[in-house]
T-cell receptor, first 114, second 114 residues
Framework: AQSVTQPDIHITVSEGASLELRCNYSYGATPYLFWYVQSPGQGLQLLLKYFSGDTLVQGIKGFEAEFKRSQSSFNLRKPSVHWSDAAEYFCAVLVGGYGNKLVFGAGTILRVKS | KAGVTQTPRYLIKTRGQQVTLSCSPI?????VSWYQQTPGQGLQFLFE???????NKGNFPGRFSGRQFSNSRSEMNVSTLELGDSALYLC?????????????FGPGTRLTVT
């Protein structure tokens, strides 16, 4: 069955430090992968996506992610975290081939220390 | 371009009642998907509509239903509400012509069942 695992429930980093959020997926076909961010009480904002091509993808707000097929991973990175990055981050895979169904990971809550 | 809008933003209902939530997609988007977000189960796919037809369905009981209108606006209905239906209900829209497309989420409707 398709699944997405985000091993870290909480992560705390200092402002200005680098960030890496982990995501592993299980999906038999070509994965279409996404990272979304959610601030408290808000909807989900798309940070970036991977469909094909270059395995390092750039997103909004200075985020990037690298797709590694051999490791079934799609980790999110940012070189220097800002206090405004504190939020919950979700990795997701689009499944089903025909139609739109996202399977989400459990999310990682990012706290930023000043 | 205006984003995805959802109404109402907040609802309080009593067990046994029914509720209807509304979603207006981004202009030009023909696919609307619904998700339920709870602390215990995370983000779960409910169903997807495309050109007024349900194209995908998640593992939810028949009390959860939806529809899509010719202008792509969508509604979801939950009948005979249970306490466990308390959740944030998110709507997402997508171009979804052929191939994979990203989904854009609305701010959600927070449903509380008492």
């Amino acid at each position: 069955a398709q699944s997405v695992t985000q091993p870290d429930i909480h992560i705390t980093v200092s402002e200005g430090a680098s960030l890496e959020l982990r995501c592993n997926y299980s999906y038999g076909a070509t994965p279409y992968l996404f990272w979304y961010v959610q601030s408290p009480g808000q909807g989900l904002q798309l940070l970036l996506k991977y469909f094909s091509g270059d395995t390092l993808v750039q997103g909004i707000k200075g985020f990037e992610a690298e797709f590694k097929r051999s490791q079934s991973s799609f980790n999110l990175r940012k070189p220097s975290v800002h206090w405004s990055d504190a939020a919950e981050y979700f990795c997701a895979v689009l499944v089903g081939g025909y139609g739109n169904k996202l399977v989400f990971g459990a999310g990682t809550i990012l706290r930023v220390k000043s | 371009k205006a984003g995805v809008t959802q109404t109402p933003r907040y609802l309080i209902k009593t067990r046994g009642q029914q509720v209807t939530l509304s979603c207006s997609p981004i202009s030009g988007h023909r696919s609307v998907s619904w998700y339920q977000q709870t602390p215990g189960q995370g983000l779960q796919f409910l169903f997807e509509y495309f050109s007024e037809t349900q194209r995908n369905k998640g593992n939810f009981p028949g009390r959860f239903s939806g529809r899509q209108f010719s202008n792509s606006r969508s509604e979801m209905n939950v009948s005979t509400l249970e306490l466990g239906d308390s959740a944030l209900y998110l709507c997402a829209s997508s171009l979804a012509l052929t191939g994979p497309y990203e989904q854009y989420f609305g701010p959600g409707t927070r449903l509380t069942v008492t």
